[in-house]
């Protein structure tokens, strides 16, 4: 056999080599491992609900495909049943799923408690009631609004801006 019938045969020989290697995936880097979320978002779902029982989280939702390793961060969308929304980061482990530090919700219902009796004095009607967002993520400098419902009838919002990272607020109203 003459020499370019060598060099030829051996390059046929080394592409079907590397077909057949990539056909069975020898080539291919390691495959991505994915698991499902549904039990992810169930479990920050039930964390933060006995954290709180304010914190009424209706939907969890985290990234579709998340790589199935430990420890690692993932983020989440929360929705609460009023709509209000809030990012929120957890650590997960082998042994246990944290929340990320720094990351803190104010109580809706004490917020609105609260309001009630440092604004009252202030506006020339009775308030009957607050209603603040669901879901309030504490963070220094971070703001939300509230409605407040009068007798008689003044439409009103207060701004809540949180003035540190444990949750105290300094707050306004305003008339519409």
Do not use: W
């Given at each position: 056999?003459?020499?370019?019938?060598?060099?030829?045969?051996?390059?046929?020989?080394?592409?079907?080599?590397?077909?057949?290697?990539?056909?069975?995936?020898?080539?291919?880097?390691?495959?991505?491992?994915?698991?499902?979320?549904?039990?992810?978002?169930?479990?920050?779902?039930?964390?933060?609900?006995?954290?709180?029982?304010?914190?009424?989280?209706?939907?969890?939702?985290?990234?579709?495909?998340?790589?199935?390793?430990?420890?690692?961060?993932?983020?989440?969308?929360?929705?609460?049943?009023?709509?209000?929304?809030?990012?929120?980061?957890?650590?997960?482990?082998?042994?246990?799923?944290?929340?990320?530090?720094?990351q803190n919700f104010a109580s809706a219902a004490l917020t609105e408690a609260?309001?009630?009796?440092?604004?009252?004095?202030?506006?020339?009607?009775?308030?009957?009631?607050?209603?603040?967002?669901?879901?309030?993520?504490?963070?220094?400098?971070?703001?939300?609004?509230?409605?407040l419902t009068t007798q008689p009838a003044k439409p009103m919002i207060v701004i809540?801006?949180?003035?540190?990272?444990?949750?105290?607020?300094?707050?306004?109203?305003?008339?519409?």
């Amino acid at each position: 056999m003459s020499l370019k019938k060598k060099v030829f045969s051996g390059l046929i020989f080394a592409v079907l080599l590397i077909v057949v290697a990539g056909f069975l995936g020898l080539l291919s880097p390691k495959s991505t491992v994915y698991r499902s979320t549904a039990a992810l978002q169930t479990a920050i779902s039930s964390m933060l609900n006995k954290q709180d029982p304010g914190i009424l989280v209706k939907t969890v939702a985290c990234p579709a495909k998340i790589v199935d390793k430990s420890p690692q961060s993932i983020t989440c969308t929360l929705i609460a049943a009023d709509k209000s929304s809030a990012a929120l980061t957890v650590i997960e482990t082998k042994k246990a799923l944290l929340i990320a530090p720094g990351q803190n919700f104010a109580s809706a219902a004490l917020t609105e408690a609260s309001l009630k009796k440092l604004i009252q004095g202030q506006v020339k009607a009775t308030i009957l009631g607050i209603s603040c967002p669901q879901l309030i993520l504490v963070h220094s400098g971070g703001s939300y609004y509230c409605t407040l419902t009068t007798q008689p009838a003044k439409p009103m919002i207060v701004i809540n801006t949180f003035t540190n990272a444990q949750g105290a607020f300094s707050y306004k109203v305003i008339y519409k």
